[in-house]
Nanobody
Framework: VQLQAFGGGFVQPGGSLRLSCAPS????????MGWYYQSPGKERELVAY???????TYGDSVKGRFTISRDNSKNMVYLQMNNLQPEDTAVYYC???????????????WGQGTQVTVSS
């Protein structure tokens, strides 16, 4: 199973970006999908996650500015980021808690990360 994230880049303060992520491989079921970010020299932190039933949890630093969503028919998770600020500069990682075909255990898979840089 691999997770591929798209949509990172460079944006000025106040701008917007939309990240996308799709797991691929022999996937049986996906439960929670989410996003984390890691700034240089800091620990990885939660942005948001969304369960298969649509319930959402946001990290405190992004409430009201970022919106997570998913398309279960495509196994996609999205992160709409508005009013981006320099402190949002980080590598953003997508995650998926999933079960592989023929497997019995749920396991969290991580994407490779996509860089978001906010600067004037």
């Amino acid at each position: 199973v691999q997770l591929q994230a798209f949509g990172g880049g460079f944006v000025q303060p106040g701008g917007s970006l939309r990240l996308s992520c799709a797991p691929s491989g022999n996937i049986d079921s996906i439960n929670v999908m989410g996003w984390y970010y890691q700034s240089p020299g800091k620990e990885r932190e939660l942005v948001a996650y969304i369960r298969s039933d649509g319930r959402i949890t946001y990290g405190d630093s992004v409430k009201g500015r970022f919106t997570i969503s998913r398309d279960n028919s495509k196994n996609m998770v999205y992160l709409q980021m508005n009013n981006l600020q320099p402190e949002d500069t980080a590598v953003y990682y997508c995650t998926a808690d999933l079960k592989e075909v023929g497997g019995s255990a749920w396991r969290r898979h991580w994407g490779q990360g996509t860089q978001v840089t906010v600067s004037s």
